[in-house]
Structures are given as C-alpha cells and as structure tokens.
C-alpha cells in the first residue's frame, strides 16, 4: 500500500461500546428497493451504464427529507457481511458507469478523461442500530488509469491483477422505501434497524474516457468484512 492511502479505505468513527469482537459472519440476503432522494453522507476514501447520467440530486441540492418511495431497482444477489463488533450489513450492486459529474457539481476533469462510479444497496440487516459503513470499493482496469494517476490506483488480494482502485468518495444517494435516515449517536452515525440505502462511489481521480462500464467491478475487502481480506465480488444484475 502507498503512503498516502489510510489502513481503512473509509474515515469512520467506530462506535464505542462493550461489544466483544464476535468474528465475521457468511452471507446473507434480502431484496431490497431504492426510494428517492432524502439524504447525503459523504465519506472520503483512498482508493453498466456508461455515458454521463445526470448527476444525483444530494441533500443540499433537495429537501434533506423524506422523499416518496419509487420502485426498486434491478440489483445483483445481495451478499451479507458482519463485523467483528457484531454489525451486520447486506449490499447488493445495482450498476455502473461514468460520467464527467457523477456526485453533482464538481470539477471538472481534463479533457480525454472522466470519472468512474458504481450505485450499490446498503442495509442494516439487525433489528438493531449499526454503525454507517460503506464496505464496497469500485475497482477499474489499470490500462484505464491515466499515467498521473497510475501510482494511485492500488490492486487487492483476491481481485484479478490488472485491476484496481483509486481514491474515491462514498455518498448516501436516496433512502429506500420507508428506512429512515441516519442518526448521530454519541458522536458516531448509526443506520437505524433495518435501514437501507443507496450509496454511490465514484473515483476522486480521473479515468480514460473510453473506460467501458462493463469493465467496472464492486468488491469488499477490507478486513473488517472479509476473513482473509481477498475481495468478495458485488455481482451486477
């Protein structure tokens, strides 16, 4: 790993409590459905549509509210996983693609080049607040990298050799269908029991604009979720 990227590839606050660490768990599945548009949370990470989608509306751009339920979304075959401290997650990956703004406005990239992203389901699969998390990482072909940004895009255990991941943003999208919104707990954010929502990942750093959405994959490997850290893979639908 360089330098410059962080053990952990999202800044989170862990929760403090007396959970014992309890080992990590299999898979788990549930359906799940995407709502409109309620609330954003961006977490800074190092690190198949395709084309340029109108960006997501975010919270400073709506209401911050609730919003109505729409229907839900093609997704993959949800894979659960569970913390050492006990919190229990289901993602399923719903697509991909690229676009010169993929989390509304921002600037923008230099010409020949775009930003890669991937939307996902994130749920709380407890009865039971857990701590906000998001485990997936966007993951590209390195000969879609641009040289600047090649000593920035690290490859991961588990995930084939000529892939992988550059620093990148996750952001609460939309709630789904009644879930409510996080909630501040002694200074952590908390998914309230049963919650879900969808987040989107989109690289911070450039990538060559003929970069095929099919190409992009959505893996979690970090420690916390995966025993061995080799990525486990969030099949598109």
């Known amino acids: 790993m360089a330098n410059s990227r962080q053990p952990y590839r999202s800044h989170r606050r862990r929760k403090k409590s007396q959970a014992g660490r309890l080992g990590l768990a299999g898979a788990v599945t549930g359906a799940v459905g995407i709502?409109?548009?309620?609330?954003?949370?961006?977490?800074?990470r190092p690190g198949t549509g395709g084309g340029d989608p109108a960006p997501p509306v975010l919270a400073s751009q709506g209401d911050g509210g609730g919003g109505s339920s729409v229907p839900a979304p093609k997704a993959g075959p949800p894979v659960g996983f569970t913390t050492?401290?006990?919190?229990?997650?289901?993602?399923?990956a719903v697509m991909a693609g690229t676009s010169r703004q993929p989390l509304g406005a921002t600037q923008?990239?230099?010409?020949?080049?775009?930003?890669?992203?991937?939307?996902?389901?994130?749920?709380?699969?407890?009865?039971r607040p857990v701590l906000l998390d998001f485990p997936a990482d966007l993951f590209m072909p390195k000969s879609q990298v641009p040289s600047s940004a090649q000593e920035r895009c690290m490859p991961q255990?588990?995930?084939?050799?000529?892939?992988?991941?550059?620093?990148?943003?996750?952001?609460?999208t939309a709630r789904?269908?009644?879930?409510?919104?996080?909630?501040?707990?002694?200074?952590?954010t908390m998914m309230p029991a049963g919650a879900s929502y969808v987040v989107r990942i989109?690289?911070?750093?450039?990538?060559?604009?003929?970069?095929?959405?099919d190409?992009?994959?959505?893996?979690?490997?970090?420690?916390?979720f995966t025993s061995d850290r080799k990525g486990v893979q969030l099949a598109f639908p």
């Open 35 to 44: 709502a409109a548009v309620a609330g954003v949370i961006v977490f800074l």
């Open 84 to 92: 050492p401290e006990g919190y229990g997650y289901s993602l399923a």
């Open 108 to 127: 923008a990239p230099p010409e020949g080049t775009t930003y890669a992203y991937a939307d996902y389901i994130l749920t709380n699969s407890q009865r």
């Open 157 to 172: 255990a588990g995930i084939p050799d000529d892939m992988c991941t550059l620093p990148n943003h996750s952001t609460i």
């Open 176 to 188: 789904v269908g009644g879930s409510k919104a996080p909630v501040e707990d002694g200074g952590d």
């Open 202 to 213: 989109a690289s911070d750093l450039p990538v060559k604009e003929d970069l095929s959405a």
């Open 215 to 224: 190409d992009l994959r959505l893996y979690v490997w970090n420690a916390r």
